[in-house]
């Protein structure tokens, strides 16, 4: 079972993802995509009017303040146009794909926090009002009956609270969640870059080998969104997983080189 994750950034090749993806279904491997859309949301945002907010937290992670009109922005394109142009694709490469959000049948399911601390002009804040938390039960029930019936399932977020409230989730550790959840072989955490960088953006910086022991460590060269993905693999390896490798998904075969080590591997 490998658990790949594309991200939603630009100059991401969601057609090179999708046409690995669906040569190696075709030979037999167990796989489930799971997607982002952040680049397509900022810009579907903006042309509603209804800009994305980004803050701080005070351990410097950068996420997306969701109130509810962001959360159904956020819906229409990661459920929706994401969503729906990734099944699309591998439809037509011959793969039975089936499209869900962590909601459908609470597939992802976590607690709603509904205020935030934020650092802003130096100073720690609380927003209230938003629509967020973090995956903290995968039910597997679902992916289960998809996969034993030959359908590869194509997940995003949002997830559910456990009161059933539509959540804005981090996609790296969804993925992570679902890698542990389903004892997966690998997660795959492919993004806009080659893996994570020594000196961002020097691509010749690249990171090849983090022991699992001490993936932690190396969050001082993950800048901005890289950093949940490094806490992702954290989470992963902790849980069991055997390899977390962050590739990259602009060009080639992005599945198939990051599972030969191109890349950082985690292990």
Known sequence: MIVVKVGGSAGIDYDAVCADLARRWKAGEKLILVHGGSGETNRVAE?????PRFVTS?????SRFTDRQTLEIFEMVYCGKMNKGIVERLQRLGVNAVGLSGLDGRIFEGRHKDSVR??????????????TGTVEKVNTGLIDLLLGAGYLPVLTPPASSYEGVAINVDGDRAAAALAVALKADALLLLSNVPGLLRAYPDESSLI?????????????FAQDRMKKKVLGAAEAVQGGVKRVIFGDARAGEPVSAALGGAGTVVS
């Open 118 to 131: 934020i650092v802003e002009d130096g100073k720690t804040k609380i927003l209230r009002g938003d629509h």
């Open 208 to 220: 090849r080998e983090i022991p699992a022991a001490d993936v932690e460590s190396y969050l001082e």
């Open 47 to 51: 042309a509603l009017g209804h800009p």
């Open 58 to 62: 005070p351990s410097g992670y950068t």
